[in-house]
Nanobody, 126 residues
Framework: VQLQASGGGLVQAGGSLRLSCAASGRTFSSYHMGWFRQAPGREREFVAAINWSGISTYYADSVKGRFTISRDNAKNTMYRQMNSLKPEDTAVYFC????????????????????WGQGTLVTVSS
């Protein structure tokens, strides 16, 4: 599966953005999906994940209550609505996918995911 993230940009603190991750190549509903981010000078970290059907979602504590992950399998697209953005949310955001057949339950781990998008930059100004 090929992943294409989009929707990043510059926003003021307290503002909102919606990121999208479009998938192509395989049946989108055969994958669990995740979002990770990497801030300048820091390691990539887990942000949110969603199971293949969209029923189960998971969030890092740092974004819980502010970010919402969702997916539309008919459109082969995953979304993340980000509200109440903070300067510390500034990072390159990556979407990732893992096939149902190889998923071990570690939705928060980078090495759980087999496919990655190219990343989209989100900059939050104070």
């Amino acid at each position: 599966v090929q992943l294409q993230a989009s929707g990043g940009g510059l926003v003021q603190a307290g503002g909102s953005l919606r990121l999208s991750c479009a998938a192509s190549g395989r049946t989108f509903s055969s994958y669990h999906m995740g979002w990770f981010r990497q801030a300048p000078g820091r390691e990539r970290e887990f942000v949110a994940a969603i199971n293949w059907s969209g029923i189960s979602t998971y969030y890092a504590d740092s974004v819980k209550g502010r970010f919402t992950i969702s997916r539309d399998n008919a459109k082969n697209t995953m979304y993340r609505q980000m509200n109440s953005l903070k300067p510390e949310d500034t990072a390159v955001y990556f979407c990732a996918a893992v096939p149902l057949t190889s998923y071990s339950g570690r939705y928060y781990a980078e090495n759980e995911y087999d496919y990655w998008g190219q990343g989209t930059l989100v900059t939050v100004s104070s």
